[in-house]
């Protein structure tokens, strides 16, 4: 007992002493990346996939926390390489911000196959490459709808709406970790460059799955009139690498983890003298229509 209360009593004190020195740390002794250092510094992201289309890279600057002054470095040219094809990429807009380029001609991608990024500048090329693995056979439609929730109101104007709210992360012990996305109204050039408005489904089932499973949502409102509208959804392969940056990603966003969080940092990517991650992507599309998600459901009405 007496021994407990020594531990207990030293515990304390080197709790105390931490938290003092915590305390009077000068937040400037940091060591801190120099702006000098970051400029002509660019953040990629971008993909290629299975679909007969344009492909698109996306190419920002790296900016200093607190600093917008770096700028994009001269780009000499862009293009993708597979065995012996190179497939250039013509810039399609420009500005401080960012540079977008496109493939020159659509072209589709095969799986089993590894596609490298180029991207030649000045002072050095910047590449990244990534392994199309191709998409398994497991239905993840039917985990999304098993994930979702639905709530049926009246609005104001007497016309009923239902808000669809589905999982951020959902977690499952699927073999072939996947993105997952639903269109939502929303139609363009490019329906797959972004990780934005998806679902990550994986097989993780690690300590920081029990802490988030639940915790974040995406919500989307849908008028009673569109319930029969086609909409797709669109499932995409996941790398080995790919898919480490993914879970990397997304635990350093989300703020929900709870005691065993670590502070936000930075993530690796594939791109090398650079930021950011290239990736390759099996996609396959599925149509459905709201009312296949509300029939499986029975709505929360408020």
């Given at each position: 007992m007496r021994q407990f209360k020594a531990l207990l009593l030293l515990t304390i004190v080197l709790l105390s002493?931490?938290?003092?020195?915590?305390?009077?740390?000068?937040?400037?002794?940091?060591?801190?990346?120099?702006?000098?250092?970051?400029?002509?510094?660019?953040?990629?992201?971008?993909?290629?996939?299975?679909?007969?289309?344009?492909h698109r890279v996306t190419?920002?600057?790296?900016?200093?926390?607190?600093?917008?002054?770096?700028?994009l470095p001269e780009i000499n040219r862009v293009f993708v390489l597979c065995g012996n094809d190179t497939i250039p990429y013509i810039e399609k807009e420009a500005d401080?911000?960012?540079m977008v380029f496109v493939s020159e001609q659509p072209f589709k991608c095969e799986?089993?196959?590894?596609?490298?990024?180029?991207?030649e500048t000045p002072t050095g090329d910047?590449?990244?490459?990534?392994?199309?693995?191709?998409?398994?056979?497991?239905?993840?439609?039917?985990i999304i709808k098993d994930h979702t929730k639905v709530r049926s109101y009246q609005m104001q104007s007497g016309k009923m709406a239902h808000e669809f709210q589905f999982d951020k992360h959902i977690y499952t012990l699927g073999e072939q970790p996947v993105i997952c996305g639903l269109t939502f109204y929303q139609s363009g050039d490019f329906p797959i460059d972004s990780i934005e408005n998806?679902?990550?489904?994986?097989?993780?089932?690690s300590l920081a799955?029990?802490?988030?499973?639940?915790?974040?949502?995406?919500?989307?409102?849908?008028?009673?009139?569109?319930?029969?509208?086609?909409?797709?959804?669109?499932?995409?392969?996941?790398s080995p690498e790919f898919y480490t940056f993914l879970l990397d990603v997304f635990n350093e966003d989300d703020w929900s983890l709870g005691l065993f969080a670590t502070i936000s940092g930075n993530v690796r990517g594939n791109v090398k003298n650079?930021?950011?991650?290239?990736?390759?992507?099996?996609?396959?599309r599925q149509p459905f229509t709201y009312h296949e998600i509300y029939n499986a459901i029975t709505p929360e009405n408020e």
């Open positions: 002493v931490a938290c003092s020195r915590i305390d009077e740390v000068d937040i400037n002794s940091f060591n801190q990346p120099d702006g000098e250092v970051l400029n002509g510094t660019v953040a990629v992201f971008g993909n290629v996939t299975t679909e007969m289309r344009q190419i920002s600057p790296v900016h200093q926390w607190g600093d917008n002054q770096n700028v401080r911000n960012k799986t089993g196959k590894t596609y490298k990024l180029v991207i910047i590449t990244a490459e990534d392994y199309l693995t191709p998409s398994g056979n497991t239905d993840y439609f039917q998806v679902s990550f489904i994986h097989n993780d089932m799955a029990l802490f988030t499973a639940r915790l974040f949502w995406y919500s989307y409102h849908v008028m009673e009139d569109y319930l029969d509208q086609n909409e797709t959804f669109i499932t995409c392969s996941v650079g930021y950011g991650y290239f990736f390759a992507s099996d996609v396959r």
